[in-house]
């Protein structure tokens, strides 16, 4: 049930150049995107020319995520705390210096450590942008600025493994860290004229001890469901991370009640349209990287097909999430999130049924690009409905921790996601294998769609996000 609130928000004024801000935050945004699954297509080439065994490729990708998804709730909060400008621009220089210091890595304890910093950067970046974003933006501009941010997130991922092949195949891996640099440069430059840093009550602090344990908790986490799409949920190390996280987010929970000024409020993390809205950003996100991992596969070690060649092929479901996105920003701002959110889950449930019987030959154009964009489609408008939902009704002053939340649902959905259908697909994974494992993944993955499609008409907020200045708190 919604309650309007007597309270009144003062978010940042409206400035004729907020698109100018849009567009510099949503580069900045997806180069942090990108940079999840643009390394993985370089995998290989990285490989033979570092000497990396299995356990030093996972930790490429792996140190990333862990520090992008395990810091994001602190991130959020200095941006609150510290300003979202000063922490953006300080996330934007940690992160370009590191993809430098990535592309110039040697061995594989610079590159691993370098993909770290990455990930700190990462997650003093993106909360703090999407803070900007829905501050700076109001009423019906906000759905729509949300809608690009939306894209941003879902088509990013899809060019990130087009861009992986063409650098591979061309002017080297390296390049893959190297593109970030001067798109940084370019932000850092014309950003700060245009946005002002606000400044933060002189009483915030950070909740230190609560920040240490959130951080460890979901660290543990998404290393526990990235192990177990490589170990298996058996494995004991998987088992102990995923177990370790659980404690430690209960630890937390704990902390946030009783400190007074906590990393999380507890109670605008427990709002029902935050919950509703992280919830349907975790599911898509898993969804739609799973297809992104199961699509590659398919290609490079089924059809045999490039680095270069796989990366083509998701050129058009990156513009079908884009298109996905504008729909979705047309139906949340006339009906609401709710119908967004269902229509969005049944297509990429439709998708994956489509993608059920995957041939072990034939052309991929056929077999494989339409349930995939059909996918596409249905999820990007699923992420237009979990950011307006979870971000419409927050005050200002939480808009960087609740960014953080959205985006920590982000990275876990991500690698929940991939853990799944890693486990149901075992069978098909590798070079030589059947393609049994790819029908029970997807099969896998239309159950959840499925399920989640009825499950949000129920829990996403019924009616349009508030088209006033300051949020409307929902219960």
């Keep these: 049930m919604t309650h309007p609130s007597t309270h009144v928000a003062h978010d940042a004024p409206p400035t004729p150049r907020r698109w100018w801000v849009l567009v510099l935050l949503c580069l900045a945004q997806f180069m942090v995107i990108l940079d999840v699954t643009v390394v993985n297509v370089a995998l290989p080439v990285i490989a033979d020319q570092l000497h990396l065994d299995r356990a030093g490729l996972t930790w490429v990708v792996t140190a990333y995520t862990l520090c992008f998804g395990g810091l994001m ?108 640099v001067p798109v940084g440069a370019v932000v850092a430059i014309a950003l700060p004229p245009l946005i002002r840093n606000l400044p933060a009550p002189r009483s915030a602090r950070v909740d230190v001890p609560g920040a240490l344990v959130a951080t460890a908790g979901v660290a543990a986490v998404i290393y526990g469901l990235v192990r177990a799409g490589d170990s298996g949920w058996a494995d004991l190390r998987t088992l102990i991370a995923l177990a370790a996280g659980l404690v430690l987010l209960g630890v937390f929970v704990t902390i946030e009640r009783a400190v007074p000024e906590p990393l999380v409020r507890l109670t605008t993390s427990a709002r029902r349209p935050v919950v509703a809205g992280n919830l349907v950003m975790l599911v898509a996100s898993g969804l739609l990287l799973s297809d992104f991992f199961l699509a590659s596969q398919y290609l490079q070690h089924v059809l045999r097909l490039g680095a270069l060649r796989t990366g083509l092929l998701f050129l058009p479901v990156a513009l079908v999430i884009g298109l996905g996105t504008h729909l979705g920003v047309r139906v949340v701002g006339r009906f609401g999130g709710r119908p967004a959110a269902a229509a969005g889950f049944a297509l990429a449930a439709i998708g994956a049924v489509l993608l059920i019987r995957l041939p072990a030959e034939g052309n991929a154009l056929v077999m494989l690009l339409p349930g995939f964009a059909v996918s596409g489609l249905g999820l990007g408008a699923a992420f237009v409905a979990a950011t307006t939902t979870a971000m419409a009704y927050v005050d200002p002053h939480d808009a960087g921790v609740t960014s953080g939340l959205i985006n920590t649902g982000h990275e876990l959905g991500a690698s929940l996601g991939i853990a799944f259908v890693s486990t149901l697909a075992a069978s098909s994974l590798g070079a030589g294998a059947g393609v049994g494992g790819f029908g029970a993944a997807f099969t896998g993955a239309a159950v959840v769609a499925a399920v989640m499609a009825v499950v949000v008409l129920g829990l996403v907020p019924a009616g349009r996000p508030p088209a006033t200045d300051g949020p409307v708190f929902a219960h």
Excluded at 85 to 107: D, H, K, Q
Excluded at 116 to 121: L, Y
Excluded at 140 to 146: G, K, Q, S, T, Y
């Design 73 to 180: 709730l602190l991130g959020g909060r200095l941006a609150d705390v510290l300003g979202r400008r000063r922490v953006f621009l300080a996330g934007l220089a940690v992160f370009t210096l590191a993809s430098l210091v990535s592309g110039l890595a040697a061995n594989a304890t610079m590159l691993v450590a370098a993909r770290a910093a990455q990930g700190v950067g990462a997650a003093l970046l993106s909360p703090s942008a999407l803070s900007i974003v829905t501050t700076t933006f109001h009423g019906p501009d906000r759905n729509r600025a949300l809608g690009v941010w939306a894209a941003i997130g879902g088509a990013g991922a899809a060019v990130g493994v087009l861009l992986g092949g063409v650098f591979t195949v061309g002017p080297g891996w390296e390049w893959v860290f190297f593109i970030n």
